[in-house]
Each structure stands twice: as structure tokens, then as C-alpha cells.
């Protein structure tokens, strides 16, 4: 498997830096530059015009990296790492949106908070319940360092998982808001995820991928 992640990362990382080439300057000469609200800090205004819509790059680049890498435990039944991509695509789709009402509107403010909302917390519910389904979840939460798991009713399970699932992405982008700096943040967290699903097996195999995969992506995004 060790080979497959270092491809993931590899094809990946490829991808976002060749699509990048062409695509941030397409995006200058389009002017799909991001406006700065008015009611921000005035050093925030030097980064007026600066293009949005660059996440499609590691997007298409992770989707590489999943189909390709990934495709022997694709082929061995191994889909955990299909759903999260399936999920990820909803979630870039929704962010698209967001960047093209805001181009459209020429402000920062793209999708309503409350249409935002709905279209995030019928995705993380869609996923969860896709997941279990296909006996990738159960409502077990485990609580670590004490080793503890406690089994939940299934509705408060899911309340608290759509839950988190929400606030994480729009924890996300508040940090890309405030500097542009949430694929920064999101290399250490895929890395680790990348590890943790090495180490529990190849039962786990395209999710590693898929791990792996965005960390090259968004490590591509980054040097670009």
C-alpha cells in the first residue's frame, strides 16, 4: 500500500501544479478576483482581486489521484474512499456556488448563511447515512486515551456527527477567509489521516489514498 499512497501524493501534487499553469492565469483574465467586505481590516483590501475558485484544482487533482492510485482497492470493493470523495465533490460544488454569486454579485457575500446551511447538513446526513448503510459506520463513539467506547442511540449519533461534520467545513472556511491560509492548515491534518489509515490496514486502502491524494493536491494549491 506504501506504493499506492506515494503515487496518490505524487499524482496528485502533479496535477494541481500542471492544471495551475493554465487555470490561475485563465482565472485573472476572466477577473474571477475575490472581493474584500468593506467592513474588514483596510490590509485586507491588498488582497482584492486575487482569484477564487482555485480549490477546483486540487478537486480535480485528489478525483486523479482516487481513480488512479486508488484503483486496485476501488476494484477490490474498497469504496470508503469513493463516498468521501462523492461527498468532498458536494461540498466543492456548494463552495463553487458560493465563489460564483459572489462573482455575480461582484461582493463577498455569495449563498445566503441559511441556503449554505441546508446544503451542508443534507450532504453530511446523505454521507452519513451512505456510510452506514455500506457498514463503514456504527454509533459507537470512542472516546481515546481512556479507551473507552460508548454506544449511542442512532438519531443522537447522527445529530452529533452531522453536526461536527458542519461546523468543521465552515470552521475551514473562516480560516481560508481570515488569510487564505486553510490549505495550509488542512496538509497536517490529511498527512495524519493519510497515516492513521495506513496503519489500520488495507481494509482501509482508498481511504488512504484519498488521504494521501489531498495532501498533495492541496500541497500543490499551496506552492502555486
Known amino acids: 500500500m506504501t506504493i499506492r499512497l506515494i503515487l496518490g501524493f505524487l499524482i496528485s501534487f502533479a496535477a494541481a501544479i500542471l492544471m495551475g499553469r493554465f487555470y490561475v492565469p485563465w482565472l485573472r483574465k476572466i477577473k474571477a478576483g475575490q472581493e474584500i467586505r468593506e467592513v474588514g481590516p483596510n490590509w485586507h483590501k491588498s488582497k482584492a482581486g486575487t482569484p477564487t475558485m482555485g480549490g477546483v484544482m486540487f478537486i480535480v487533482a485528489v478525483t486523479a489521484a482516487v481513480f ?5 482497492a476501488i476494484e477490490n470493493g474498497e469504496l470508503g474512499g469513493v463516498y468521501v470523495l462523492v461527498f468532498s465533490l458536494f461540498y466543492g460544488a456548494i463552495g463553487f456556488l458560493d465563489d460564483y ?3 455575480r454579485k ?14 451542508q447538513l443534507v ?3 446523505a454521507l452519513l447515512f451512505l456510510l452506514r448503510l455500506e457498514g463503514y459506520l456504527t454509533p459507537d463513539l470512542y472516546i481515546p486515551f481512556w479507551n473507552v467506547t460508548v454506544t449511542m442511540p442512532e438519531w443522537l449519533y447522527f445529530a452529533l456527527a452531522a453536526f461536527i461534520i458542519v461546523g468543521t467545513v465552515n470552521g475551514v472556511n473562516i480560516t481560508d477567509g ?13 498527512l495524519c489521516y493519510t497515516a492513521v ?7 482501509y486502502g482508498s481511504l488512504a489514498v484519498f488521504a494521501a491524494g489531498m495532501t498533495g493536491g492541496l500541497l500543490g494549491f499551496s506552492v502555486l
Request: glycine residues 12%; without cysteine.
Open 123 to 125: 450532504a453530511a446526513i
Open 197 to 203: 489509515a495506513f496503519f489500520w490496514g488495507s481494509q
Open 101 to 103: 454569486e459572489k462573482l
Open 106 to 119: 461582484k461582493q463577498n457575500l455569495g449563498l445566503s448563511a441559511r441556503a449554505k446551511f441546508l446544503l
Open 178 to 190: 481570515i488569510d487564505g491560509l486553510a490549505a495550509g492548515v488542512s496538509i497536517p491534518v490529511f
Open 68 to 72: 488512479t492510485a486508488g484503483f486496485f
